[in-house]
């Protein structure tokens, strides 16, 4: 009789403690939300890389000319067209001497970006820009510039105009 109260003692503990475990149970509740764009428009660079690192044109000693420089863009509007333009001129400013500046042309696809809104050309028609299209972006010197020695920099900002109706 003796294991008998001996085991009901060990069942009951055996309980409360399951009991007590019970008791200390948390919950944490929280609410989602999504919104998920039915159009889908971007123009990005292939390379991540490229728009966050300067991009060197390298001088060509043999032609003595500047090399161009180039990426791919990603670009897509299931809405409608991609145009694009320039914020300003595309430049390389001499350090020293802005006469020895060396204008740049900017080409993504086939067409040469002007600048302003009013120069903006199209990149992607309405009809093809459905699917996610790559892009090629030419950096060039314009014409035949006189190269001068010396340091240059420039940015380029392009601007992008998705038509959504």
């Known amino acids: ?3 008998y109260y001996k085991s009901l ?4 503990v055996a309980v409360s403690s399951l009991a007590v475990a019970v008791d200390k149970q948390q919950e944490l509740t929280f609410e989602l939300e999504a919104t998920i764009p039915s159009e889908r428009s971007y123009v990005k660079f292939s ?10 044109m390298v001088w060509d000693e043999d032609a003595y000319i500047l090399n161009n420089v180039s990426t791919n863009l990603q ?3 299931t809405e409608g067209k991609i145009s694009a333009h320039l914020l300003s001129a595309a430049v390389l ?6 006469a020895n500046n060396i204008p740049l042309t900017i080409r993504v696809g086939s067409t040469d970006l002007g600048v302003g809104p009013t120069m903006a ?4 028609t309405a009809a093809n820009a459905a699917d996610e299209k790559t892009l090629p972006l030419v950096v060039s ?3 035949t510039p006189t190269y001068e020695g010396g340091n ?11 038509e959504i109706p």
């Open 1 to 3: 009789m003796k294991v």
């Open 9 to 12: 003692i060990a069942s009951l």
């Open 47 to 56: 390379d991540p890389g490229f728009g966050s690192t300067k991009q060197e």
């Open 75 to 77: 670009a897509r509007n």
């Open 93 to 98: 400013e001499h350090e020293d001497t802005p």
């Open 121 to 124: 050309a199209e990149i992607l």
């Open 141 to 143: 010197p314009t014409g």
């Open 152 to 162: 240059y920099t420039g940015e380029v900002t392009m601007v992008f105009d998705h």
